[in-house]
């Protein structure tokens, strides 16, 4: 007889400790990775005080490592499995800290197809953290190996009973705490409104990572209806009582009458990246060697200027650019969440299509970097963006800062020149009036003083004492961005200053960022604090010029939701409704309410806002959530004429309502004088989803899904709408629409 063998104790016992030692020491290289480095300060500020977090990211990778382990038998395979879940996505947010200033967040998955291209133009280098950890994996997968081979074979019933248990273990971990806002809060682990990335080294990769998750769903605002919205929209007490002075009585718009304002101004955005006045810091113990602002200096005297309250810093350039587009407040969205990638999905209310719906505006977008990125090839056309000019379409451009950067980026000069290119395209194809928005790359982090050769680059000639020679150093990379967008500025308003039409150029940088890798620059000099909350580190410099009026005009500090609302009331341009009630917040209730924290009429700011402040506040959301997530503009036509309704009278006395009401016929007369606007807009917004969808079976469902709410509001439709749901090919649906348009009226209101 043939004895069974026996296991050691010894043997067993590493067999048990294996495990857990295993995904907790993968659980280090993870956040090794994800931070580039390993410190005793990572341990004492973040690790240790944070312990929850990383308990709960080891019992995923260790009930992971069970599963595997249990279904498979084959221990090797479960190591490295635990090893590619944590240390994968590690890897991928050290990258995307280092290209955009953000980790590595559950939305990006959106954004696979482009990452490895983003990544190759920044000149991205495996790191010493990844090499050695790839080793020490290796290491974990050959010791596995051994450690288990002769393991008691067992057959499928306890197999299949030890898989389910663990992976019913790793469904409880998942669904109920990491997907649970209560539960993680209850144990220690609390959502950053403001950073990300601070989240992330908080809490690290694995929490982080799980716990945004829940950021993906939009909870519908209380009190939200449509009487609500319309009670809001149509307060002709409120417009009468908060109305009734100048928001800026120095404005063109204001000392002008509203017969004598220019209607239709061609409409120049620029976001410039990272851009503020670092000439600021002179007043703080720094010096450069060159005036860096000159040409903003010198407008500021003719022009309306003040600051943006970004909702970010050190990233989320397209937060800013959602905010200062659209009116909408990224703030009331799930934090961490991109408004471009996860909420414009579908056509909805913006500036671009306000004017490009009831102005008859041609609309434009210009961005030197790839298409992709940020998903603004999809955000776009749903603003209402007509053409998309980005870097893949770019020649004969000049780049710089390729010491980072390998495959340089356009410079603001280059970026000028696209900008006046593209609107002398536009004036010779049509007589339309303009929208361009442009945003710049040139100043993107990373700053570092090789990124400019010493005959170009911006000196900093005296500092505060104590500041490392690398941060000096990526001050004056960074000083050295600023005066070329100054220069920018500078040939733009030259420009624009010789045409022979009307033109409002608004020109704002999208957020700060740290120089260097902390904030010295700020801390030495009593700028800011090293906080990234504070409110000084999120106003940006703003400046509003035109070429028919040199009014100075003193617009403090508004939030970036508030730039298009403000620009339009001060040169006097007919404002939706909505933007009038984001005019009368700015006036009566606070300058912003961004990331938990409001700036009060007077520029100082709480975490504390009143009562009053608060009720405003809820109202703004509640617009916004009918707006991008409610009947929003296209699926509720009669929203679109409610919306360009404009009182008559300065202190709005005859608004929306009233016209409504007492004169019912005159706007629906109105309405369907508009019937061929709205016809004209749906035939380009199917054009849109067919440049940017991949088949005319997707462009179908978007436009079939819209017509589902727009067919109510005709007379007798209901055999056309069937023709459209019929659609099978974009020829049909064409035919169907036209008849439909041709054969059915607009209802009576």
């Known amino acids: 007889m043939n004895a069974k063998k026996h296991t050691p104790l010894s043997l067993h016992g590493l067999r048990l400790l294996f495990p857990p030692l295993a995904t907790l020491g993968i659980l280090f290289l993870t956040e090794w990775i994800a931070r580039g480095s390993l410190t005793g300060e990572t341990f004492t500020q973040y690790i240790f005080p944070h312990a929850e977090a990383y308990l709960l990211a080891w019992a995923m990778l260790f009930l992971s490592w069970l599963a595997v382990d249990w279904l498979t038998r084959f221990a090797p395979l479960a190591t490295l499995l635990a090893a590619v879940l944590g240390c994968a996505p590690a890897a991928v947010n050290f990258y995307t800290l280092q290209l955009r200033g953000e980790p590595f967040l559950p939305w990006d998955l959106m954004q696979v197809s482009e990452a490895a291209g983003v990544a190759a133009a920044a000149g991205i280098h495996i790191q010493t953290s990844m090499v050695v950890s790839i080793v020490i994996i290796v290491l974990l997968v050959v010791v596995s190996f051994f450690l288990y081979r002769g393991r008691q074979k067992l057959n499928w019933k306890p197999r299949v009973a030890g898989f389910l248990a663990s992976a019913a273990?790793?469904?409880?971990?998942?669904?109920?705490?990491?997907?649970?806002?209560?539960?993680?809060?209850?144990?220690?682990?609390?959502?950053?409104?403001?950073?990300?990335?601070?989240?992330?080294?908080?809490?690290?990769?694995?929490?982080?990572?799980?716990?945004?998750?829940?950021?993906?769903?939009?909870?519908?605002?209380?009190?939200?209806?449509?009487?609500?919205?319309?009670?809001?929209?149509?307060?002709?007490?409120?417009?009468?009582?908060?109305?009734?002075?100048?928001?800026?009585?120095?404005?063109?718009?204001?000392a002008t009458s509203a017969d004598e304002t220019v209607k239709k101004p061609t409409i120049i955005y620029v976001m410039n990246e990272s851009y503020w006045d670092v000439s600021e810091l002179e007043q703080y113990g720094f010096q450069f060697d060159t005036d860096v602002s000159a040409n903003l200096h010198a407008l500021q005297q003719t022009s309306a200027s003040g600051r943006a309250y970004s909702p970010s810093f050190g990233g989320g350039t397209c937060d800013v650019e959602f905010e200062a587009l659209t009116g909408y407040s990224a703030s009331f969205l799930p934090n961490g969440s991109k408004p471009y990638q996860q909420h414009v999905t579908k056509p909805m209310f913006s500036l671009p299509n306000y004017l490009k719906l009831t102005q008859g505006y041609q609309t434009a977008a210009v961005h030197c970097f790839w298409a992709k990125y940020w998903s603004r090839d999809t955000a776009y056309p749903n603003l209402g963006f007509d053409t998309f000019l980005s870097l893949e379409q770019m020649t004969h451009v000049n780049k710089v800062r390729r010491h980072y950067w390998t495959s340089g980026l356009v410079t603001d000069d280059s970026m000028a020149d696209q900008i006046i290119q593209q609107y002398e395209k536009m004036k010779t194809s049509s007589d339309a009036p303009v929208f361009l928005h442009a945003v710049t790359m040139q100043n993107h982090t990373n700053y570092n003083k090789d990124n400019y050769p010493d005959d170009v680059r911006v000196k900093v000639t005296e500092h505060p004492a104590g500041l490392k020679a690398s941060t000096i150093g990526a001050l004056e990379d960074f000083a050295t961005g600023i005066r070329d967008a100054d220069a920018m500025l500078g040939k733009l308003t030259q420009y624009f200053s010789q045409v022979d039409e009307p033109v409002i150029l608004v020109f704002w940088g999208d957020h700060y960022n740290p120089i260097d890798s902390n904030y010295d620059v700020f801390t030495s000099s009593g700028y800011a604090s090293d906080s990234s909350a504070d409110p000084r580190l999120h106003q940006t410099t703003l400046l509003m010029w035109s070429n028919y009026t040199d009014k100075p005009v003193d617009l403090g500090t508004i939030a970036a939701y508030d730039i298009s609302p403000v620009m339009m009331d001060i040169y006097g341009l007919e404002e939706p409704l909505y933007f009038q009630f984001l005019n009368r917040q700015l006036r009566v209730a606070s300058r912003t309410n961004t990331r938990g924290t409001t700036m009060n009429l007077d520029g100082t700011t709480t975490q504390e806002p009143t009562e009053f402040q608060q009720r405003w506040c809820a109202e703004h959301w509640l617009l916004q959530y009918d707006l991008m997530f409610g009947r929003g503009m296209l699926i509720d036509p009669a929203l679109v004429m409610r919306l360009r309704a404009k009182s008559a009278d300065p202190a709005g006395k005859n608004a929306a309502k009233k016209l409504r009401l007492e004169n019912k016929s005159t706007v629906w007369e109105d309405a369907a004088k508009r019937v061929s606007d709205i016809r004209d807009f749906y035939g380009r917004l199917a054009e849109d989803y067919a440049a940017v969808l991949s088949g005319e079976r997707d462009v179908l469902f978007k436009m079939k899904e819209l017509w589902s709410w727009q067919g109510q509001l005709f007379e007798g439709s209901e055999k056309y709408l069937k023709k459209i749901r019929k659609a099978q090919k974009l020829t049909e649906y064409k035919s169907a629409v036209a008849a439909l348009f041709a054969d059915c009226p607009i209802k009576d209101a």
């Open 169 to 254: 273990a790793t469904c409880g971990l998942l669904f109920g705490v990491f997907l649970q806002p209560a539960v993680t809060q209850t144990i220690g682990i609390v959502p950053d409104a403001w950073m990300q990335d601070r989240y992330y080294r908080y809490y690290g990769v694995i929490t982080s990572f799980l716990t945004n998750l829940t950021n993906l769903e939009i909870s519908k605002p209380e009190g939200y209806s449509e009487e609500a919205v319309n009670e809001i929209l149509d307060d002709t007490e409120a417009a009468q009582k908060y109305s009734t002075a100048p928001l800026y009585p120095g404005s063109y718009g204001a």
